[in-house]
């Protein structure tokens, strides 16, 4: 597997929010992007990252359980494992809001991948997101928990609408908001060519899909792919904080 990832302050914000960080031994990809103001989005998407990644790497075979949780007998180990992770960042998120007036309101997104040979875990709070390109194909392998990506669900706006409605980055679920968080959870089998792509909302509020499949499509290195994203997502004005992992299962592998 080849890895590339990138991040970028943007054209307009004065500080990233966003984290993440990429485990190769585990091919483990964890990214995060902070909210709550000033400088508790950063705290509570760090935090986010690093609870995940040291879970992870402390109990990568499973076994363990979060705060009396069962596991979910339909779900591998390695996703159970992933699922107590971010339970457990939501717990201390929400912990340190509740202890330090400073920190009250943080919250963050978060999508997190973990490949078991080629079985793909994926679990996702949030806008941040999580696609597969394909033989060509890009698809989108999560779903934005925002209020205006709900009411598109549910009929109540088009696609159109929603692109200018000025609620659109309105989040109904993030890590910390809340002692509990509810996690969608995803998995699949990988194949040869496939290439996986994570980001925060820079990235996807501000360039077409069609775009980042053109770009994951044409370059073959993943960290120029990773690079051309991010300057993308600049060039289209870089409202936000843009952060990107792209992963390669190479062929034949």
């Given at each position: 597997m080849e890895i590339g990832s990138a991040t970028h302050v943007g054209r307009v914000r004065t500080n990233n929010e966003d984290s993440y960080k990429v485990v190769p031994s585990l091919n483990l990809l964890v990214l995060s992007d902070g909210i709550g103001g000033q400088a508790n989005g950063e705290v509570a998407s760090a935090m986010a990252?690093?609870?995940?990644?040291?879970y992870c790497l402390e109990?990568?075979?499973g076994g363990s359980t979060f705060n009396g949780i069962e596991s979910e007998p339909a779900l591998s180990e390695r996703t159970n494992q992933l699922v107590n992770a971010?339970?457990?960042?939501?717990?201390?998120?929400h912990d340190a809001s509740v202890r330090d007036p400073y920190l009250q309101g943080m919250g963050a997104t978060l999508v997190a991948a973990w490949i078991d040979a080629l079985r793909l875990s994926l679990v996702h709070v949030g806008d941040s997101r999580a696609y597969l390109l394909r033989a060509g194909e890009l698809e989108s392998l999560t779903?934005?928990?925002?209020?205006?990506?709900e009411q598109v669900r549910n009929g109540l706006l088009t696609l159109e609408q929603a692109q200018t409605n000025p609620l659109r980055r309105l989040l109904i679920r993030a890590l910390g908001v809340r002692e509990e968080v509810e996690i969608d959870i995803h998995e699949q089998e990988l194949c040869g060519g496939d290439i996986l792509l994570l980001c925060t909302d820079g990235l996807t509020g501000m360039v077409p899909e069609s775009e980042i499949a053109d770009i994951l499509v044409h370059d073959h290195d993943v960290q120029s792919a990773a690079d051309r994203l991010v300057a993308s997502a600049n060039e289209h004005g870089g409202e936000d904080n843009v952060s990107v992992i792209v992963m390669h299962i190479v062929r034949g592998s």
């Open positions: 990252v690093e609870t995940i990644v040291n109990s990568p075979n971010v339970n457990l960042a939501n717990r201390s998120i779903a934005d928990h925002t209020l205006v990506a």
